[in-house]
């Protein structure tokens, strides 16, 4: 037996390991980048970091597991449900975010925990701390290819993620009322001057930002379980692949998203440290990475100060 | 008498006002409020730490509770492991403090406002799991007890009242540590690095310097305040340092007032005692009530229950001006009767 030969039969199964982690990472980075295009949607449209993103897309999925407990089919709930998130998202900004824009940071951030605390604790408040099964999306059907396992699941979150991508782009870029959203977000002051309502506009980008986060909550809901603080360690992701990406491209936020899925994956498993429990480290140490060595992420374009 | 010297009267008055209600504490209160009241002057010094930053420094720390839970856990390893005095261990306890806040503020500090905020929030997330892992040193969920310090022959009451006692002591000592901070040109440099960037840093204020400082003073601060926390509690344990915690210092340091050093001792008795009252009805209310407090508070009182006091008087001192000054001009109008 030569050397070769040993190497070869140690190395195949590590491999197979390394690529399933890769895939595996690959479509949790696709639920994280799912969030991160909310938090920039939200980032774009009004300079405010919604900390609390992750705990409202936890009540909306609540009420869609509460509308299936009832009996509704469950399609029908995720499209209704999908509907109220972006009624709960417009009515945030209406009610709370509106009365402090263009406060301080410290300000918002203050707001945004706030936020984060009060509506964690409605969901504890109705449904308890118990953790509640939710219904999968995507049917229970594996391929095996190569020794790599894809499941219909992980399949079926990429596939979102490219309609999702798919779907803002065409807004933003095709429609009319794309065109009023981006105009808002970049300039608030000058967009009224050419007849758009802007303060609907933005209300929209938060409403359409509630959706999407909806949806990555009813994507990881399955594999998390439903429970009051489920998203909490997915909003650092979020936050991460956000600032990987550079807070104002959508292309940053996923390709942000993808990368910190795959770094998770595999550090958890291969390194031996961190595991299950510390896994939520290593977009915190991505984040840090990051904001020291490229502050303005890898897609962000830097601002410049005129002083 | 002019209005600003009632002012100041009146705030004398509130100040020996509330040194003579913590006085009065043990006397009045029960063993186990007393030790509850201990707690959160423990609290109220991590709050004042914030307050420091937050208040006059305009910068934002949601990981306060990670300082606290590093310096409790620095005095309980130092008191059991190596059978320090349980004095000598809060100096310990503050300096790892500050040198997590060193590493933590260095990376962050270089892009000023939300990186901060996500970094903090990240590390707020991230202390319990870590608190956990680290069993060798934590001792993982079953936590380190200790044994609390026994009662010095010259101190006549129990132990409670003595724990009280020091912790009374710590928090005049911060309080005046923060107090003395923001007066004279260090309070000025501190103040000018919130307000404005440009003009600090064209008066000679070293703004990285300055902000570093802050952000290194508040954890060790908090790192302070959970090293006399390991003390009177006797006991550490991932459980009593969750990431809720980091925010219940925010929210107590929002309600009493960022820029209020009394205000933290109002923050402080809230989350104390608020959870308490509140679990009777629904373990989710404290958290509702919570995270009102913070949006309501931005919106209507950005200063906290201190602020508002603070309007009002100055309200006060405007009328009270505005009448001596009517009182003048009506003199000056009926100027024949003075001449006479």
């Known amino acids: ?307 | 008498m002019n209005g600003a010297s009632i002012e100041t009267m009146l705030r004398a008055a509130g100040c020996a006002a509330l040194a003579f209600a913590l006085l009065i504490v043990p006397a009045m209160f029960p063993d186990f409020l007393v030790y509850q009241f201990s707690v959160a002057l423990t609290y109220a010094i991590a709050i004042l730490g914030l307050n420091l930053l937050m208040g006059f420094n305009g910068q934002i720390s949601v990981a306060q509770g990670v300082f606290f839970a590093v310096g409790a856990y620095t005095t309980a390893i130092f008191m059991t492991r190596y059978g320090m005095n349980y004095l000598l261990t809060l100096p310990i306890a503050v300096l790892t403090a500050s040198i997590l806040g060193l590493l933590v503020g260095i990376p962050a500090l270089r892009w000023q406002g939300l990186p901060l905020a996500f970094i903090t929030f990240g590390l707020a997330v991230l202390g319990p799991p870590l608190a956990l892992k680290l069993e060798p040193i934590t001792k993982g969920a079953t936590g380190i007890s200790m044994i609390k310090p026994a009662v010095p022959s010259w101190f006549s009451g129990n132990q409670d009242t003595f724990l009280y006692t020091l912790c009374l002591l710590g928090f005049a000592l911060s309080a005046l540590f923060v107090w003395r901070l923001t007066r004279g040109d260090t309070g000025r440099s501190l103040r000018a690095a919130r307000d404005s960037d440009l003009i600090a840093e064209s008066l000679g204020v070293h703004l990285t310097k300055v902000r570093l400082a802050a952000f290194v003073t508040c954890s060790g601060m908090a790192g302070f305040a959970g090293g006399l926390f390991a003390i009177v509690n006797g006991f550490v344990s991932p459980e009593s340092f969750q990431m809720t915690k980091s925010f219940d210092f925010l929210v107590g340091s929002i309600v009493g007032g960022i820029t209020s050093i009394s205000g933290s001792l109002i923050g402080a008795l809230l989350i104390v005692f608020l959870p308490d009252w509140a679990a009777d009805m629904n373990i989710a209310l404290s958290g509702l009530i919570y995270g009102a407090v913070l949006v309501v508070m931005m919106l209507i009182a950005r200063d906290g229950v201190m602020g508002l006091l603070s309007t009002l008087l100055t309200a006060l001192r405007t009328r009270i001006i505005a009448t001596r000054a009517t009182a003048t001009a009506d003199d000056r109008l009926s100027g024949r009767r003075i001449q006479i």
Not at chain 1, 85 to 92: I, K, R, Y
Not at chain 1, 180 to 197: D, N, Q, T
Request: charged share 10%.
């Open chain 1, 1 to 307: 037996m030569t050397i070769r030969s040993f190497a070869k039969l140690t190395l195949v199964p590590d491999m197979q390991l390394f690529l399933q982690q890769i895939v595996e990472g690959l479509a949790s980075g696709a639920i994280y980048a799912s969030l991160a295009i909310a938090l920039v949607l939200i980032y774009r449209a009004t300079r405010i970091v919604n900390f609390a993103q992750g705990e409202m897309a936890t009540l909306s999925a609540y009420f869609a597991w509460q509308l299936n407990q009832w009996g509704m089919p469950f399609w029908l709930s995720l499209i209704i449900v999908a509907a109220v998130s972006f009624v709960m998202g417009a009515l945030v900004f209406r009610l709370i975010m509106r009365p402090v824009l263009g406060a301080s940071d410290n300000t918002m951030v203050v707001v945004c925990i706030g936020l984060f605390v009060g509506f964690e604790a409605v969901a504890l408040w109705f449904w308890g701390a118990d953790p509640h099964a939710f219904p999968r999306i995507f049917p229970d059907y594996a391929w095996t290819i190569g020794g790599v396992r894809l499941t219909a699941n992980n399949l079926g979150i990429l596939a979102t993620l490219c309609l999702l991508t798919v779907g803002l782009s065409a807004l933003f870029r095709y429609t009319r009322i794309g065109l009023a959203m981006r105009a808002s977000a970049a300039e608030r002051e000058k967009s009224p001057l050419v007849g758009i309502p802007v303060e609907n506009m933005l209300m929209l980008g938060w409403g359409l930002a509630a959706t999407v986060g909806f949806i990555a909550a009813a994507l990881i809901a399955p594999s998390l379980f439903l429970s009051p603080p489920m998203m909490v360690s997915v909003v650092i992701y979020a936050l991460a692949a956000a600032t990987l990406g550079g807070w104002d491209s959508l292309a940053g936020a996923i390709v942000g998203g993808l990368v910190v899925g795959i770094a998770e994956s595999l550090c958890a498993t291969f390194i031996g440290f961190i595991g299950t429990d510390l896994k939520v480290g290593v977009p915190f140490a991505l984040m840090a990475i990051v904001l020291l060595a490229r502050p303005q992420g890898l897609f962000g374009t830097s601002a410049v100060i005129r002083a």
